[in-house]
């Protein structure tokens, strides 16, 4: 995109600020008009609030792999009985695991042994026999945990860089 004399490209995200001479043309005039002063300051009266806000101490990196498998452990229900069901298997089993590495780092001991137990259950290798009415059931259960798992282990914050290797 080619800039205009003085002004940012067209379509651009960079807004004229009332008051500065970023936005003004090569006359040195402002944009005139309804809703002209409200668009360079809309910016920064959103990115004030951000600014101000604390960081929190702790991150929730197991919310999106436990929602994503509570997604497909629900939605795969009618596959119990089909060759597709060997699919799902792997998916579940991929993200209990990287759910259960997020809870060794957030110390999350219960959540470590609920993502072991589900690994185990749904591994596609050794599978385990288990009757289709409670496997069901078990889909639902295992969909709930991943839910609260996903929300409740909390891995801290580091302030500190690791070393490039």
């Known amino acids: 995109m080619a800039a205009r004399k003085g002004r940012p490209a067209v379509g651009s995200s960079l807004g004229a600020a009332r008051g500065s001479s970023f936005g003004a043309g090569a006359t040195g005039d402002r944009a005139a008009g309804p809703g002209a002063d409200r668009a360079g300051t809309a910016g920064r009266a959103r ?3 951000r600014a101000s806000r604390p960081v929190p101490d702790f991150t929730r990196p197991a919310l999106a792999p436990g929602l994503i498998a509570a997604i497909v452990l629900l939605a795969c229900v009618a596959f119990l009985d089909a060759p597709a069901f060997v699919a799902v298997r792997w998916v579940v089993t991929v993200l209990a695991l990287i759910v259960l590495v997020f809870a060794l780092r ?7 042994v609920v993502t072991a137990a589900i690994a185990v259950c749904w591994n596609p290798l050794v599978t385990v026999p288990i009757p289709g009415q409670v496997w069901a059931a078990l889909q639902f259960v295992a969909a709930a945990l ?3 798992m996903g929300l409740a282990v909390k891995v801290p914050r580091t302030t500190d860089t690791p070393a490039a290797r």
Not at 106 to 112: H, I, K, N, P, T
């Open 47 to 49: 990115g004030a609030g």
């Open 106 to 112: 957030g110390r999350a001991w219960w959540a470590l």
């Open 146 to 148: 991943f839910v609260v």
